[in-house]
């Protein structure tokens, strides 16, 4: 991995000259997580199995909606030989024939990138860290909340770039107001391939959306390779309770058709969308999840698939939803056991918050959220960074900050290297005692890998702070995100290829209204 870090203003002089060097970008990028810590368990086995069992029995008895005739016609005809009972759009399925579906997704995929340093592998021990999805509004660099854009889409693409800690440059970044919904996908989708050498996601909002991405997606790597290699993951959310619409099962087809993984998350709002349950909401975020992974091996036998949930649950005072509680990490260690007990890769999300301001609430919400997933041992983390006001805000500021926090969630959950022991104990015989280890060759050697060290994190004394300036982490967060896109360096796209997407844009705006019928 090699290193480039921007040069500390001219002319700086003491302690000013080393805030800024401890501030200064460093190209870096960390590859997938691999976990080094065991993954704690919530229940004994034999409450797994009994999970496991009252999933099917809810399969097999209530039944899970399908809302699209294509997708029941290829229940039946998948079915042909028993396994599912279907009631209009209503399907019953036979444990049996589910477990058998089931067993055709991979345990783990690897998302190729067009950067072949930054394509990853996830699933078994094996992780990786994602932005924020989905949020209307921003956070913006003066610390306004307004409608966002598409250039925040593009400064949230160039941050997660530049984020060593992320692994993909993600989905939805924001929804930039400013373009027609019917075009957004295709600006979006673009920016993802511009601004970024990181694995993306494409649309999921409508089965063209969903055609559009992968034409583009093969316009960059190629029609054959697509077909034999995942690039994108893309994110199918149920409807909750038991529901699967026309909407996203369209583009389950069309992904899991090309070989593309899909994300299985029913949206679960605890209390509201499931019963008022830990361990009843997450039979039923099961039942939701399996459904729809079975469906994409349908679709196509081997198509790589992501197990997992959406998670919030229900203020009873207010109706509104809420991050970072006990339950949800509850919930999180249930679904991480189911997981593993079915080989499937998972997927969670993680520094959430419903706090309105980057403030305590935010802090304490997102780090007690992602303690969860460190400790469940989720595969792919969505919403990793930036995510604000239970997901309708992207903090510029947060997602910066969140984006180092996920370094320090990554070396918790690496676990110790216990091969340093040797060397600790050599410095030892060197210090009489009563001495220090401060001049010692093992101390000069180590100091600067051996502890955690965030940059926006403030250690210094309080009069060392005020001389400093007195910046809280909200402005050294902003700070840090304007210098990372003023040192952004674009990546390159071959030209035949920019000019390429650039025209099939220009087509599809002219083909799509650009009003909703």
Sequence with gaps: MTETTAPARAGRRGRGARRDARTAYTQRYLPEMERGIPYMDALLPEQVDIVHDRTMRLLETTGIDFRDEESIEMWRQAGSGGGVSIDGYRLRIEREFLME??????????????????????GGRKSIFTPAYGAPFVRDLDGNRRNATLNDFHNFAKIAQMTPAMQMAGGVLCEPMDIAVPHRHLHMTYSLMKHSTKPFMGAVTSRERAE??????????????????TVMTCLANGNSPLVWDSTMLDAVKVYSGANQAMLFSPFVLGGASTPASTIGAVVQINAEALAGVAFSQIVRPGAPAVYGQWLATVSMKSGAPMAGT????????????????????????????????????????????????ALAGANFVLSTTGYMESALCQSYAKAVVDGEQAEMFRRFVEGID??????????????????????????????????????????????QWLAAGAEDTESRGTKK???ML????????????????????????????????
């Design 418 to 463: 216990f091969d340093e022991l040797d060397g600790a104990l050599e410095a030892m015989d060197e210090v009489e005692p009563g001495g220090h280890f401060l001049g010692t060759a093992h101390t000069l050697a180590n100091f600067e890998s051996a502890f955690a060290m965030p940059e926006l994190m403030d250690s210094d004394g309080y009069e």
């Design 481 to 483: 995100a304007k210098q």
């Design 486 to 517: 003023a040192d952004y360096d674009e990546p390159e796209l071959p030209d035949d290829v920019d000019e390429a997407l650039r025209d099939f844009i220009d087509r599809r705006v002219r083909e799509i209204p650009e009003t909703l019928e």
């Design 326 to 373: 006990p339950d949800i990490d509850h919930m999180n260690l249930l679904v991480g056991q189911l997981a593993r007990r079915y080989r499937l890769p998972w997927r969670c999300s993680g520094m959430c918050t419903a706090s309105k301001a980057f403030d305590a609430q935010a802090g304490y919400e997102a780090a007690r959220n992602m303690f969860g997933v």
């Design 101 to 122: 579906l089931i067993a055709t997704a991979p345990s783990e995929y690897t998302m190729v990138s067009r950067d072949p340093a930054r394509t990853v592998t996830l």
């Design 212 to 229: 559009d991405s992968l034409t583009m997606a093969q316009m960059l790597f190629g029609e054959e390779f697509v077909d034999q290699n």
